[in-house]
């Protein structure tokens, strides 16, 4: 299954940007990142076959586990892409959070984009991880 992160303005060469690449070159899932500009335009239709995942404050929150039995259980039942959206500074509109799979939140906090998409790539790692049973993710252990 493709693992495409699509995101809201440009994350240039930055630390945070070294990070995203740490993670997702961990990953041996397929995967994709695209930028959108900050303002304006839509998040690209969904193609067929693919789940879409809003990250929004307001979404529901997931442990790393419940993540990976998630991204699991669509990658089993044949979906071919998992589109991960982070949206501009004003979130998304009530008719694109109606349209997607799933919406989730790392957390209350706002994040800043740059961080949530660090964050994003790190949780797409473990999770992959954890249907891999390497043992990066030590949920449960003392």
């Not at 419940?66 to 008719?95: H, I, M, N």
């Not at 694109?96 to 998409?117: Q, S």
Request: with cysteine; aromatic share 8%; proline share 4%.
């Amino acid at each position: 299954m493709l693992l495409h992160i699509i995101a809201r303005g440009r994350i240039g060469r930055s630390p945070e940007a070294e990070l995203v690449e740490r993670y997702m070159k961990r990953v041996t899932w397929g995967q994709k990142m695209s930028e959108l500009p900050d303002t304006g335009g839509r998040v690209p239709a969904a193609p067929d076959n693919s789940r879409t995942v809003l990250l929004d404050e307001g979404g529901e929150q997931m442990s790393s586990l419940e993540f990976a039995r998630l991204l699991e259980q669509w990658r089993d039942s044949g979906v071919r892409e998992a589109r991960f959206c982070l949206g501009a500074a004003d979130g998304f509109t009530a008719q694109e959070r109606e349209g997607a799979d799933k919406v989730i939140a790392f957390g209350r906090a706002t994040w800043p984009h740059l961080m949530a998409r660090a964050m994003l790539a790190e949780q797409l790692w473990r999770a992959t991880s954890i249907i891999a049973g390497h043992p990066y993710h030590r949920e449960g252990r003392q």
